[in-house]
T-cell receptor, first 116, second 108 residues
Framework: KAGVTQTPRYLIKTRGQQVTLSCSPI?????VSWYQQTPGQGLQFLFE???????NKGNFPGRFSGRQFSNSRSEMNVSTLELGDSALYLC???????????????FGPGTRLTVL | QKEVEQDPGPLSVPEGAIVSLNCTYS??????FMWYRQYSRKGPELLMY????GNKEDGRFTAQVDKSSKYISLFIRDSQPSDSATYLC????????FGAGTRLTVKP
């Protein structure tokens, strides 16, 4: 079974631009969660989507948004990029929702975003 | 104060040593406790999962949760160079909260 895939793996943008990251979950998984990983803050939860609906959202500004398609693939968008948005963005898939309960999550390799 | 505290290390041990990794937390609502391992340029992978207090053993790995002390631990016995990675504790009740991660190096 193929794992979670994320594209692109590396991205360089400048301040003020916007960016879209993509995540394809494991086949059959309908839950996709997004995380931001930085050296200073560690891994922080952004949001979770299940069956095209956002189930939960972390404490990030509205510049961070996401969506999920009918095939469970998910995209994350960051508008008006700031230097502090430089991070590794990880997505994780699960067969069932993870918010409020436990279902094993499988992480992708991440997209390394650098904002100049 | 962060909800989940984890010493970032780095921690360096000789091959065969017993490794002890720990996290403390402040939110008593956490019910699910996990340990992840993350190799360089890879996403985290689940090592151990525990619900509520207690111990769980899987091969060379033992996870302990003490909810009364708000303290969780991961022990690695007979550590190997292939165990060199960053270890992240995580816990959840509504969404996941991660520790900062401890970078472990096991020297041959």
């Amino acid at each position: 079974k193929a794992g979670v895939t994320q594209t692109p793996r590396y991205l360089i943008k400048t301040r003020g631009q916007q960016v879209t990251l993509s995540c394809s979950p494991i086949s059959g998984h309908r839950s996709v969660s997004w995380y931001q990983q930085t050296p200073g803050q560690g891994l922080q939860f952004l949001f979770e989507y299940f069956s095209e609906t956002q189930r939960n959202k972390g404490n990030f500004p509205g510049r961070f948004s996401g969506r999920q398609f009918s095939n469970s693939r998910s995209e994350m968008n960051v508008s008006t990029l700031e230097l502090g948005d430089s991070a590794l963005y990880l997505c994780a898939s699960s067969g069932q929702p993870t918010s409020g309960t436990y279902n094993e999550q499988f992480f992708g390799p991440g997209t390394r975003l650098t904002v100049l | 104060q962060k909800e989940v505290e984890q010493d970032p290390g780095p921690l360096s041990v000789p091959e065969g040593a017993i490794v002890s990794l720990n996290c403390t937390y402040s939110n008593s609502a956490f019910q699910y406790f996990m340990w992840y391992r993350q190799y360089s340029r890879k996403g985290p992978e689940l090592l151990m999962y525990t619900y509520s207090s207690g111990n769980k053993e899987d091969g060379r790995f033992t996870a302990q949760v003490d909810k009364s002390s708000k303290y969780i631990s991961l022990f690695i016995r007979d550590s190997q160079p292939s165990d060199s990675a960053t270890y992240l504790c995580a816990m959840s009740y509504n969404d996941m909260r991660f520790g900062a991660g401890t970078r472990l190096t096991v020297k041959p």
